[in-house]
Structures are given as C-alpha cells and as structure tokens.
C-alpha cells in the first residue's frame, strides 16, 4: 500500500520560515495537497494540486511537490500557524492517503 | 455558501448499530463526491472512502472494507455512514468533506464540524 511520511513535529520561531516535508515513493508524479488543523477543529486545505492556494489561505503558504517529496513552507510564521498540518495524495488505484501528520509548534 | 453539517455526538454499547448523517447545502448535491475521514483519539486523518451522490458508487478505503456503509438521500442532501456491529475501537471522530471535483486526487475543499463517536460498555 502507499505510504507518505512526515515529520511528528517541527518547531520554528515567530517570524521564521517553516517547512514541513511529506515523502512519498515517486510523489512527485502524483498531486498532494496540505490540510491544517487546530486543536478541536475541522481540517483546513491549505493548499491543493502542489501548490495552489484555496481562497482565504494567507500568501505565507507555499507548496512545492517534486521527485519523492512534497513540502509544505510556511513564510513569516505566526502564533496563528501553530497546528497540525497533514498531507493528502491519491494512490494512483483507489484509494486516498494521508500522511500521519505534523505538529507545527511556533515558539 | 457551501455548508456540510454532521449529525450530533453519540454514545453507543459494543455491538449496536449507528447511522451518522452529513447534510449539504450551498452546491449542487450530485455533482461532487463525500468523503468519510475518521480520526482515533490523538491521533492522524484516515480515508475511509467516497461515495458519488449522483450514482451512489461507493469506494472504501482497505480498512474500511467490510466494517462501515455508505449510502446518500439525494433528496435530502444527504450522506450517511452506517455500522452494523459496533466496536469500541471505533470510537472516534468522523468527519465528512467534499471533493473539489470528481476525481479521486482531488483535494477536500469543504469539511463538516465532526460527529464525535464513543462506543464503551
């Protein structure tokens, strides 16, 4: 079955860039997608297809997705920012696969 | 403005059955795949499967095969997922998303608030 990996955790000072890796058996050639998540809260897609941010998303998320590692950077990083961030790709069969999450502390 | 509103929490004996409910509004019901994510206490998002209201063809995650139903009311806009037999270690939170579009990569654009289920003795 396919697998993508993340850090548990990354930690990055206020103001700071933050990048937060998902790795995947070729998943570059396969769109991922970032969602964030707040204690007690739904998910959020923070970011589709790579790199396109949905409407409201801030402009300090990027994405980028190429050979075995999609990445998730987070500019000027804010108190705000602190969350659970996961990854998302599709299987190439049938099935979705989400990474098993990140936990974003901004200290 | 798009909306998907879960039914409320339940508390519920192993081995009873459960039926919880995604309502839609906002879009057109049949033109976009539900899916159902599960998250066990603490821990990551699991995909359990999609449904597509218009035809109601179902795909279940490999985990899920077998355990959980779901089924919509197109008349109503509404997804349900279904156990039989519950377990406890099916307690958990349950949440539904839409599709951004039809197609089984595509990202989840809108999520419910979560229905919250606890299955205990």
């Known amino acids: 079955s396919y697998e993508l990996t993340q850090p548990p955790s990354v930690s990055v000072s206020p103001g700071q860039t933050a990048s937060i890796t998902c790795t995947g058996d070729?998943?570059?050639?396969?769109?991922a997608s970032w969602y964030q998540q707040k204690p007690g809260q739904s998910p959020v897609l923070v970011i589709s297809?790579?790199?396109k941010r949905p409407s409201g998303i801030p402009e300090r998320f990027f994405g980028s997705n190429s050979g075995n590692t999609a990445t998730l950077t987070i500019s000027g990083t804010q108190a705000m920012d602190e969350a659970d961030y996961y990854c998302?790709?599709?299987?190439?069969?049938?099935?979705?696969?989400f990474g098993g999450g990140t936990k974003l502390t901004v200290l | 403005e798009v909306q998907l509103v879960q039914s409320g929490a339940e508390v519920k004996k192993p081995g009873e059955s459960l039926r919880i409910s995604c309502k839609s509004s906002?879009?057109?019901?049949?033109?976009?795949?539900i899916t159902w994510v599960r998250q066990m206490p603490g821990k990551g998002l699991e995909w359990m499967g999609r449904?597509?209201?218009?035809?109601?063809?179902?795909k279940y995650g490999p985990s899920f095969q077998g355990h959980v139903t779901m089924s919509v009311d197109k008349s109503i806009t509404t997804a349900y997922l279904q156990w039989s037999s519950l377990q406890a270690s099916d307690t958990a939170m349950y949440y539904c998303?839409?599709?951004?579009?039809?197609?089984?990569?595509?990202?989840?654009?809108?999520w419910g608030q979560g229905t919250p289920v606890t299955v205990s003795s």
């Open positions: 998303a839409r599709h951004s579009v039809t197609a089984p990569g595509a990202p989840f654009d809108f």
């Open positions: 906002g879009y057109s019901f049949d033109r976009y795949w």
């Open positions: 449904i597509d209201p218009d035809d109601s063809d179902i």
């Open positions: 070729k998943l570059g050639n396969r769109y």
């Open positions: 297809q790579d790199s």
């Open positions: 998302q790709a599709w299987d190439g069969s049938t099935a979705v696969v």
